[in-house]
């Protein structure tokens, strides 16, 4: 990831990733500055991919993940915003600001609000 990279989204495939490919399907494209990572589930992403990631010069790192009770993984979820939890608070603890660092619920039907938490960054 270069130094130019604004933000970075880690994706469940299954919401997000379904999300992004029905706006795509629309002619509307990711921002240049951000770069998309499908994972097979929200709650396959881990600590040190977020860390590395910061530390790779990434402004800022989303976790998108299914609503509670919508996960195919049952709570692959709730893991994701847990790690995220935890890295919020980890980077409060050492003085950088936690608000780098977002988990958002989405599900497969939400591209109008993927694009709309796109252009509010």
């Known amino acids: 990831m270069s130094m130019a990279q604004r933000l970075l989204v880690l994706a ?9 490919a029905a706006l ?27 860390l590395r990631a910061l530390e790779a010069g990434a402004e800022k790192v989303w976790v998108l993940a299914c609503y509670e009770g919508a996960c195919e993984s049952l709570e692959g ?6 790690r995220v939890q ?6 409060q ?3 950088l600001g936690p608000e780098r660092v977002v988990f958002r619920a989405i599900s497969p039907t ?7 938490w796109l ?3």
């Open 110 to 116: 939400m591209a109008a609000d993927l694009k709309a």
């Open 24 to 50: 795509e399907a629309t002619g509307q494209t990711l921002p240049p500055d951000v770069t998309w990572v499908n994972l097979p589930c929200g709650g396959s992403v881990d600590v040190l991919h977020i």
């Open 93 to 95: 603890e050492i003085g």
């Open 77 to 82: 979820n709730r893991w994701a915003e847990k």
């Open 12 to 20: 469940c495939s299954r919401s997000a990733g379904e999300a992004l």
């Open 86 to 91: 935890w890295v919020q608070a980890l980077l």
């Open 119 to 121: 252009e509010e960054e």
